[in-house]
């Protein structure tokens, strides 16, 4: 975990990540109607190249964030919580799968997932896909995302847009929960755990 927080830190200081950054994900809340509307199913790809979909899981918990690996602030922070929150659930955790969808197929393949999400904690799963099925997927779950043009166009850089959070997603598939982006990881613990006991 210290080197984790010690690359953030770095970027801090260096500039890397920075309040004008941070505008690239926004936490976007859910209005009531749109609580009730959440659908918890997806089909994507996996590390392996194979399908994965909502139902793999069903009997366990999943905590799903969106996001992608260019992303400079938001979904590295997101994940170093995840990371903590696996931590502190500790032999509870092994009833909760972890994914983080990107929302950038085009540059986030499968393989590029891996590396990224192990880096934070092998046991977080990246999912790729088709942009249509990514698009399937964020639908879904009322996840909004636009790409963003850097200023030099010719370079072909671009930021992806997207709402930031944590979905809980019941053992039957059902939706829980969201944690807004920054509720501490000591507060979602607390709150997995409870659920996990209730249910």
Do not use: W
Request: glycine share 12%; aromatic share 10%.
């Amino acid at each position: 975990m210290k080197h984790i927080f010690g690359a953030i830190l770095v970027s801090l200081a260096l500039g890397i990540i920075g309040p004008a950054q941070a505008q690239t994900s926004s936490g976007h809340g859910l209005d009531d109607d749109e609580v009730v509307q959440v659908r918890t199913r997806y089909l994507l790809v996996g590390p392996d190249g194979g399908a994965v979909t909502d139902e793999d899981f069903h009997g366990r918990y999943q905590l799903i964030t969106f996001g992608y690996t260019a992303c400079p602030d938001v979904c590295p922070t997101t994940l170093v919580d995840m990371t903590e929150i696996l931590r502190l659930l500790g032999d509870d955790a092994g009833g909760l799968q972890s994914i983080f969808i990107t929302v950038d197929p085009e540059r986030d393949t499968p393989e590029a997932l891996k590396t990224y999400t192990a880096f934070f904690d092998p046991r977080i799963l990246g999912l790729s896909g088709s942009p249509a099925l990514v698009q399937r997927a964020a639908m879904n779950f009322k996840i909004k995302y636009a790409k963003v043009p850097g200023e030099d166009a010719e370079s072909g850089f671009y930021a992806v847009d997207h709402t930031a959070g944590l979905y809980l997603v019941g053992r039957g598939g059902e939706f829980i929960k969201k944690f807004a982006y920054s509720t501490p990881a000591s507060q979602v613990a607390a709150e997995i755990r409870s659920i996990m006991a209730a249910g």
